[in-house]
């Protein structure tokens, strides 16, 4: 295991977002929320075969996993407003400037209670994770 150094602190690599970007949705959290909200788009699937962040979001109902590589996050939190609802699945980290600016403008916080096992994962994610609901209520009509 690749061990990073803080200091006189070491921790393991796999704590550093920047190590693994594949971080692939649960399929029962995803069926969940997808029967809540019958999303219409995922911008970032597991075989992209487009750029999600090029293409339009507008008058859809997106789902969301985007790579949690460090100030990525903010590109992807800069589409919320454009579909009729936004639903991003991201890592709970409140001292970024992006959870500020975007995450804390949500209508709606969900906070998971146990760290998630994402798919093709061995074990839970290093980190809590939470979703982020945005309602555009002028087109949103579920």
């Not at 069926?31 to 008058?59: M, N, Q, V, Y």
């Not at 991201?90 to 992006?98: D, E, G, K, M, S």
Request: proline share 8%.
């Amino acid at each position: 295991m690749m061990i990073e150094s803080l200091g006189t602190a070491r921790f393991p690599r796999v704590l550093f977002s920047q190590v693994r970007q594949d971080w692939r949705t649960p399929e029962v959290i995803f069926a969940g929320l997808h029967a809540e909200f019958d999303f219409t788009l995922d911008p970032c699937p597991r075989e992209p075969t487009f750029d999600g962040l090029a293409i339009s979001w507008a008058g859809h109902r997106v789902f969301c996993n985007p790579p949690y590589k460090r100030g990525g996050i903010t590109d992807w939190l800069q589409k919320a407003r454009e579909p009729a609802l936004a639903v991003y699945l991201l890592p709970v980290r409140t001292t970024p400037a992006w959870w500020h600016d975007h995450a804390l403008n949500a209508e709606e916080i969900r906070f998971f209670r146990k760290r998630l096992r994402f798919d093709g994962a061995t074990i839970n994610a290093p980190f809590d994770s939470c979703l982020l609901i945005y309602r555009n209520e002028a087109c949103y009509t579920r």
